[in-house]
Structures are given as C-alpha cells and as structure tokens.
C-alpha cells in the first residue's frame, strides 16, 4: 500500500474517532434523555407552523405552582428554548406577530398563564443557576390566555395544532392543565 493511502486511511480514522468521541461525551447520543426532543407541525394551504420543544415526564410529581412556579417565566419545557416559528403573518389571540423564528416563554399562573413569543434564540432555556435565558427586551408577544382544567392527567408535556373547530390553537398540555392560544 502506498503512503498517500496509509495516510488518507490514517486521516478518516481520526475523524471517525474524533466524531464518536464527541457524539458519545458531547452530545450524548447514545443516552435516552430525560425529556425527548419533538417537532410539531401545521400545514394548511401556503401556511407552515413548527414548534421544537423538549417533553419532560410528570413522575407523579406536582407541577404547576410546584416544580414549575407561578408567575414565574417558564422555558415552556425542558432543556433547549422551545421554538415556534411561522413562515406567515399570523394573528395571536387578536395580536399581530410577524413570520419568523421565536423563543416560546410562558407564565404559568393558576387561572391564566402570559404566552411570550421572544425574538431572540437562545441555545438553552435556562443558565447555570436555572435562571430561564429569556430576555424581555425581545419580546415580540405577550398575551393572556385561560387555563383550562382537564379532568385526566397529562403524564408527559404536550405542546400541538388543534384546527379541530375550523379555529386554529397552539395547546400546551401538561398535568391536569391546558391553554389554548388562538391563531389566525
């Protein structure tokens, strides 16, 4: 074998144990997390919507007013900053928000939580001291919507599409509790 193929093959050896080095202590793929990763999605017509969000696990654990405080900004989830992003105009609870990318923050509050759409992306929804990223000189969006009060337990934190109406809401289900926001 020649040394440009030695070389090559020495090279791609390096990359390959370069790459599963920091997939296996960087990024932790081989792990199951804790929360999973989802995307949502809602197509109609020339209208596309995606929420990127993480789904942590009730564990028989009380969570709003609990592990998740009143009137406190909420990452809206676990890990990563929950993204929602529009490629349209769209009308929340009566507020125009413009297309484009937003950070999803919320504060839950026992009959109502504030929905918080925030301009900036941030890498992960809380700092060191689990202090939620979000910056409210960002936000793009901030309205109030009722909580519902669901008969049956929500085990993990749903966020989806409803247009089961004709009337299109992102819900953000989790425990006993949901909210609905309105979309046009």
């Known amino acids: 074998m020649n040394t440009f193929l030695k070389r090559v093959l020495i090279l791609l050896s390096l990359i390959a144990l370069g790459l599963f080095l920091y997939s296996t202590f ?3 793929i081989f792990v199951q997390r804790l929360s999973p990763k989802d995307t949502v999605e809602f197509k109609l017509n020339d209208l596309k919507l995606e929420v ?8 028989e654990r009380e969570i709003f007013g609990a592990l998740v405080p009143f009137n406190q900004v909420w990452r809206t989830g676990a890990n990563e900053a929950t ?21 999803l923050w919320t504060v839950p509050k026992d009959s109502t939580w504030n929905v918080i759409f925030n301009s900036k992306q941030y890498s992960w929804g809380v700092n060191a001291e689990m202090k939620p990223m979000w910056d409210p000189n960002y936000d793009a969006l ?3 919507v009722p909580v ?14 409803d247009n089961s109406t004709d ?17 046009k």
């Not at 992003?85 to 009308?91: D, V």
């Not at 519902?148 to 599409?161: D, G, M, R, S, Y």
């Not at 992102?170 to 949901?178: C, F, I, N, S, Y």
Request: glycine letters at 4%; aromatic letters at 14%; hydrophobic letters at 40%.
């Open 142 to 144: 901030n309205i109030e």
């Open 167 to 183: 009337n299109l809401f992102l819900t953000m289900a989790w425990d006993d509790v949901k909210v609905a926001v309105p979309l």
């Open 52 to 59: 990127f969000y993480n789904r942590p696990y009730r564990k």
């Open 26 to 28: 960087i990024e932790n």
């Open 83 to 103: 993204t929602f992003e529009t490629n349209k105009p769209l009308q929340v609870n009566g507020m125009p928000l413009a297309k484009g990318k937003y950070t």
């Open 148 to 161: 519902q009060k669901l008969n049956n337990h929500v085990e993990q934190f749903t966020i989806a599409f």
